[in-house]
């Protein structure tokens, strides 16, 4: 019996494999899959110039794992069938750049970052959401537990790897970092005891 897929071009197998999956798949994975290893940068490149004027492209998300994506100008027709199923405060926002741009972090330091003690539930909600895990335990008094952003964050959010965060310096120009205070979100000062957006 003659295999399909040797009858088939590897841009299309690439093609197939990224489109049916419904989470972003590696080139490992495709290896794996097809039993030897394509050149899938150069065979995405083709596939995209193949999209150009179509609504969807193949992006790298989440560390060299690529996946199917609605064009940018195509947003706001497909908002309406996107799930929402979290609704985050801005607190929450808050909290989730801290532990992205400065992980693995405690929550006492996020605490000091943002001038606000944590309410309960803002880190549960960010683990329950897939965008937060828990990271290793700071080797200071107290072994306190640090939390990290997960592969999850970056493909939500759109990031390609944590590199593609803004560095400090970015941070620093667009007036969010201060010497006083390290990062200012927004460029808030709030020095309070509660956090009222949580």
């Not at 494999?17 to 030897?36: C, N």
């Not at 609605?70 to 926002?93: H, I, Q, V």
């Not at 700071?138 to 964050?153: E, I, K, W």
């Not at 590199?163 to 941070?171: A, C, D, I, K, T």
Request: hydrophobic content about 40%; aromatic content about 6%; some cysteine.
């Amino acid at each position: 019996m003659i295999d399909p897929s040797s009858l088939l071009s590897d841009k299309t197998l690439i093609e197939t494999l990224i489109l049916s999956s419904s989470t972003p798949v590696g080139e490992a994975e495709i290896a794996a899959r097809l039993g030897y290893s394509p050149d899938v940068r150069r065979l995405v490149g083709e596939l995209n110039d193949d999209y150009e004027g179509r609504g969807i492209s193949i992006v790298e998300v989440s560390n060299g794992r690529w996946a199917a994506r609605t064009r940018p100008e195509c947003s706001d027709l497909c908002r309406a069938f996107a799930n929402r199923l979290l609704k985050m405060s801005r607190a929450g926002y808050e909290t989730l750049a801290v532990i992205a741009l400065l992980q693995p972090v405690t929550r006492g330091e996020m605490e000091r970052v943002r001038g606000v003690s944590l309410s309960p539930g803002t880190l549960e909600v960010l683990i329950y959401a897939g965008f937060v895990r828990l990271g290793p335990r700071r080797s200071t008094p107290g072994n306190p537990m640090t939390f990290m952003t997960t592969d999850h964050f970056l493909l939500h959010f759109n990031f390609s790897s944590l590199e593609s965060l803004p560095g400090r310096g970015e941070m620093a120009a667009a007036g969010l970092l201060s010497a006083e205070r390290g990062l200012s979100i927004g460029g808030l000062a709030a020095p309070s005891s509660a956090d009222p957006d949580a």
